[in-house]
Each structure stands twice: as structure tokens, then as C-alpha cells.
């Protein structure tokens, strides 16, 4: 005979990184207003400590620095952000720290800020919601869709039991695809190295060999942590002489041969703050767009729907901000630019013939092509003759990126953030390779300036040599090594045994490494072109082939269609992700209740006690 359900839940998250600690964090703020006192299971579900996760473990290099300034992150939301729940503030990276906020911190000292906000998240549920940890990782998940779940854990026999089950799994491992194969399969024959897509930390590098050239393919902030590696990593230091900086190397650092599809690095974060006058965000794409795109019968296609209204709300930020902050650099009232612009249909030439008439210099146009292909047409005839252009190019970044005159800079920074959180309410894009995450990454959430001081330092002391842009990797059979060569200087390739492919691995449901999310995709649930799990952009439900929303699976995080646009929130932004965090535990919670409730109800009366059964 069956036991009946006794009312008391269970809820099973999967991840207790960042995205699982912001979840945590939302599901103790609106517990009491949406669950009350009813009991509840809560299991949290990850192989590494909770609150840095894997990550941002404080086990790692200290060498290893977050890309954003300690005041410029948060677990916290504020008045400016959108929710339904409970506004429930709290210290920022350098208030929680007392460290200077202009400074860049290492990931361990973040990791230590995350796992207080996680022990402060817990420590606010109530005693009715019992914790329970698991440091493993979850296999899959089975179960039927309108029922209780169960939740395979590596190493237990028997599995969780959950009402509704919460995956905030971060980024993943992913198994190389057939380019990246047949590169390991050739590096194999001829006894190379080939290292493919990883995190950086926690790669093992002593296969590279000092002294030896290494071919680098990317140019982002895998490389940047692949180069303090490989430098200071293994005893080099640097010395500030006059204004230049200078790199001692330690004798152990092999040569970094980098390049990328554009060939340069990303862009420095920028330096300075702007004052007055604020562009005012959205204009051109904000919900009332977003809701028209979403009206249209079919997919979206995101180069011919979206980018066009994107487009227009960057250049309208830029254009604002030059016109309020450098008149000076303006050929037209405001006035008449404003009503021109406006008038323009997204996309259409009339909006780049109104800049060239308004902004008398090239420069101070804003071109969003020449900003994704800086080489574009660039030749130079010779290697070394890339390498004093390319160090040009990263010091004029430097400087612009670290100059207040550039302050259009700063205003499109802003709309991006802007653009980024209407772009979550779209879901999939239809963006096969995720060009704007990409572009996204490239133009916002570059390394920090002192990264790239270093970097010119390592080109100086020859460490690094610059590849330039389109950057093809072939293999030499008969040679047994590894070729690059690029556009940028034709007719030239450099030899190397050792490729190291400095990016992350693809969030793709094909290949991922995380077999619960390989089970999940296989039992049904969709992944987009670009390998996204896809799932309902207002509350983070699953979305099965069909398009229905899974009625227990929720998804947050990187591996979804809802990602953010950067790994944390700055404060009096918005907080895109805290919003999604807040939606989705308020949905969770009210599926709670609603479970408890109807148990409740369908209890059998409790038979009396012998004693009230002889005072009748």
C-alpha cells in the first residue's frame, strides 16, 4: 500500500556556483510571502565548495584576476532592479572586502566574497527548509513530466527525490568536435601537444616547454590567463622603468604565438566614469520593440530582425553622449540630429549619411563593422612589421580606453548592458555561433588595462609574437608540426609542436560534458542552433522539442538562451540575472505551495486517539 504524501516538498538545484548561490539568495527573500512555514527538502547539488563553485574556487592561482573592479560587482539587489520579490541589499566585492573599489581583485578573493553570500543566503531560511549538500555531481534526471523526479547522483545508489528540480550548472566541459579531433588524433601520431577548448586554470600546462614557440588560437580572456600562466605563472616578474613596463623572464616561459579571427585582443575595460548628461537607455530597443519581435509569426533571425534595432540603439547612445559631452565635435544642432535620426529606419543608409554630415571626423563616428574587424584590409609585409603595428594598435586601445575624451566609448558600454537585457526576452535568437555573445565579450568585458600593459611588455621581451587576424591552423604530415598563418601577413606561417585553443568550450547540448544536461537533451529537451538549451525566457522552464515548458525543470545560467551578459552584475544596473533569479524562484515557489496545498487536501483525515474515541 502506498504511504500518502505527507505535504513536505522537495526542491533539488543543481549548481551551487554563483548563479545557484543567486537563486539561493531570491528563493530565502520570497519563501515567507510565497511558502510560509510548510516544510521543505532543499538539496544542493556540486562537486566544488558552494558559493565560488568551479569557477571562482578559492583553491586557485592567485595570480588569476577577475576582469571587473571590486566595486563594480554585486550579489545584491538594489531599487533599480525590476522585481516582483523583496529588495534585499548587501555589500558589494570592495565594501564586503575593504579593498580599494578602482582595484581588480584575484578570483580567489572572489570566491571568498561568494561563499559569504552563500552561508548569508542560507543562514535567512527559515527552520522549516532543511539544507542538505552534496558535494558530487548529478548524472540525469528521470521521472514523468507532471510527477515527482528523481535526481541520479554519481556515487549513490539510490537517488533525490524532487518536486522540481533547478539547473544553475555554470559553464561546462564539452567533448571536442571533429575539427578538434582530428587536430588531438594528428597531435597524437607525431607526439605533439595539442590542448583543446578548457579552462584555462585548470588545464595542465607543464607539457609546454620553455623556451619552445607555442601556437595560440584566441585572443580573449583565455589567453590572458593562459599568459599569466606561462609567465609569472613560472617566476617571471615585471619592473616599472620611467613609464614603461618591463618583464623579467624566469628563463621557463616558452614563446606564445597568438592570433584570432580579429586578431587583436579584446578591448581594456575602461578607466574613467562618465559625468553629466547620461544617454537615455532604451530608445530604439526596448520592451515595446522586444514585444513586437516577439509578435512576429516564425523564428527570429537575428542579423535581419534584431541587429538592425541593436545597431541603432548603440549608435543613438554614442551619438548622445558626443553631442551632450563634445559639441565642439558636432557639425548640427542636437535638435535636427535627433529628429533625423529617429526618423531613419534601423539599418538604412539614411543613419550612416546623417553621422557623416553631423561628425565632421571619421574618428568620431561610430562604426560598428570596423570595430568587429580592426584588421580588416590590414597587410604587412612582415612579421616583426606586425609586431610594432600590432603593439601600436594595443597602446592607442589603452589610451583611448583610459580617456574621458573618448566618452562615447563609455555611453555605448552602457547601452550594451541595455541591449543585452531586452535581448533575454527573445530567447533564441536564431544566432547560429553566437556572434553577439562574442561581439558582447570583445567590446564589454575585455581584460583589465594592467593585462595588457604586461602583454605589450611580454611582445617587447619577445615572449609573445602577434599571428594577426583569420588566423588558419594547419598540420604538416610530413613535417609533424602544426602550422599558422593569416591574413594579415600573406605568405608567411610560423612552425610549432605544441596548439593551445585559448577559449572556453562551447555550451552545447550535443557535446557537452555534463550528463545530466547529454540525458536532458536527449529525453527531449531543445537546443538551438547554436547548442543553447532552450528555455522560456520569463521564468527559466525547460522547453521540450514541442516548445512546451517543462512543468519541473527550471535552467539558469550560461548553458541556456537566458544567459546574462556578463558574470556579474554591476550595482544600480538593473540586474538582469537577479531578475531572472527572483522570477524563477517565485515560480518554483508558488508550484510549491500549490503542491503542498493540494497533498494537504487530499490527506486522509487522522483517525482519533483511543482516548477521544471514548469521551464520545
Not at 164 to 173: K, N, P, R
Not at 225 to 249: A, C, I, K, S, W
Not at 333 to 348: H, K, L, Q, V
Not at 595 to 603: F, H, I, P, Q, V
Amino acid at each position: 500500500m502506498s504511504r500518502p504524501d505527507t505535504g513536505r516538498r522537495s526542491l533539488v538545484v543543481v549548481g551551487a556556483g554563483p548563479r545557484g548561490t543567486g537563486f539561493l539568495e531570491r528563493l530565502a527573500a520570497n519563501l515567507p510571502e510565497l511558502y510560509g512555514d510548510h516544510p521543505l527538502d532543499l538539496h544542493l547539488v556540486d562537486p566544488h565548495p558552494a558559493g565560488g563553485g568551479r569557477i571562482w574556487r578559492t583553491s586557485q592561482s592567485p595570480l588569476l584576476w577577475m576582469n571587473s573592479q571590486a566595486e563594480d560587482v554585486t550579489m545584491f539587489t538594489d531599487e533599480t532592479v525590476t522585481l516582483d520579490g523583496p529588495v534585499r541589499p548587501g555589500p558589494t566585492l570592495a565594501e564586503w572586502a575593504g579593498t580599494d573599489g578602482r582595484s581588480f581583485p584575484s578570483r580567489p578573493q572572489q570566491g571568498a566574497y561568494l561563499r559569504w553570500v552563500y552561508e548569508r543566503a542560507r543562514a535567512a531560511l527559515p527552520p522549516s527548509v532543511t539544507v542538505h549538500e552534496h558535494p558530487t555531481t548529478a548524472l540525469r534526471v528521470t521521472g514523468p513530466r507532471d510527477g515527482r523526479q528523481r535526481v541520479w547522483l554519481d556515487g549513490h545508489a539510490v537517488p533525490l527525490t524532487a518536486d522540481l528540480v533547478v539547473l544553475a550548472l555554470g559553464h561546462l566541459d564539452a567533448h571536442p568536435d571533429e575539427h578538434q579531433r582530428a587536430l588531438g588524433d594528428f597531435a597524437a601520431r607525431h607526439g605533439l601537444v595539442h590542448l583543446p577548448p578548457d579552462f584555462t586554470a585548470d588545464t595542465d600546462l607543464s607539457a609546454l616547454p620553455a623556451g619552445e614557440p607555442v601556437l595560440v588560437r584566441g585572443f580573449g580572456l583565455a589567453f590572458v590567463d593562459l599568459m599569466v600562466l606561462l609567465t609569472e605563472g613560472r617566476g617571471g616578474t615585471y619592473e616599472q622603468r620611467g613609464d614603461r613596463l618591463v618583464y623579467r623572464p624566469s628563463g621557463r616561459e616558452p614563446v606564445l604565438h597568438v592570433g584570432s579571427r580579429r586578431g587583436v585582443p579584446y578591448h581594456s575595460k575602461i578607466g574613467y566614469e562618465l559625468d553629466g548628461e547620461q544617454p537615455p537607455l532604451p530608445r530604439f530597443f526596448g520592451p515595446a520593440e522586444v514585444d513586437t519581435l516577439l509578435a512576429r509569426p516564425g523564428p527570429l533571425d537575428f542579423r535581419r530582425d534584431v541587429w538592425p534595432l541593436v545597431a541603432k540603439e548603440l549608435g543613438w547612445a554614442h551619438y548622445h553622449r558626443l553631442f551632450a559631452a563634445h559639441p565642439e565635435r558636432t557639425g548640427i544642432a542636437w535638435t535636427d540630429f535627433e529628429e533625423r535620426y529617429t526618423a531613419a529606419a534601423p539599418g538604412s543608409p539614411a543613419l550612416d549619411t546623417l553621422a557623416a554630415a553631423a561628425v565632421p571626423d571619421p574618428a568620431d563616428r561610430l562604426d560598428l563593422d570596423a570595430l568587429d574587424h580592426p584588421l580588416a584590409g590590414v597587410r604587412h609585409s612582415s612579421g616583426d612589421a606586425l609586431q610594432d603595428g600590432l603593439r601600436r594598435y594595443i597602446a592607442a586601445d589603452l589610451d583611448r580606453r583610459h580617456d574621458p575624451a573618448h566618452s562615447p566609448d563609455l555611453a555605448v558600454f552602457g547601452a550594451v548592458l541595455s541591449v543585452y537585457g531586452q535581448l533575454l526576452r527573445l530567447g533564441d535568437l536564431g544566432d547560429p555561433g553566437n556572434w553577439w555573445h562574442g561581439f558582447f565579450s570583445y567590446l564589454a568585458s575585455g581584460p583589465p588595462g594592467p593585462r595588457l600593459r604586461q602583454l605589450l611588455a611580454l611582445s617587447d621581451a619577445g615572449l609573445v609574437r602577434f599571428l594577426g587576424a583569420d588566423v588558419t591552423i594547419d598540420t604538416d604530415e610530413e613535417r609533424g608540426v602544426f602550422r599558422a598563418s593569416s591574413a594579415t601577413v600573406p605568405g608567411e606561417w610560423t612552425e610549432a609542436r605544441a596548439l593551445v585553443e585559448a577559449r572556453l568550450p562551447d555550451p552545447t547540448l550535443k557535446r557537452t560534458g555534463s550528463p545530466l544536461l547529454r540525458a536532458l537533451y536527449e529525453a527531449g529537451a531543445r537546443a538551438t542552433d547554436a547548442g543553447l538549451l532552450a528555455v522560456d525566457p520569463d521564468d527559466g522552464r525547460v522547453l521540450g522539442h514541442d516548445g512546451r515548458p517543462h512543468p519541473r525543470h527550471f535552467a539558469l545560467g550560461p548553458h541556456t538562451t537566458a544567459r546574462a551578459g556578463g558574470a556579474f552584475t554591476r550595482p544600480r544596473t538593473g540586474g538582469f540575472a537577479f531578475r531572472q533569479n527572483d522570477r524563477t524562484a517565485r515560480t518554483a515557489l508558488a508550484l510549491l505551495r500549490d503542491l503542498s496545498c493540494t497533498a494537504a487536501e487530499a490527506a486522509p483525515a487522522p483517525r482519533p486517539e483511543p482516548e477521544a474515541v471514548a469521551a464520545r
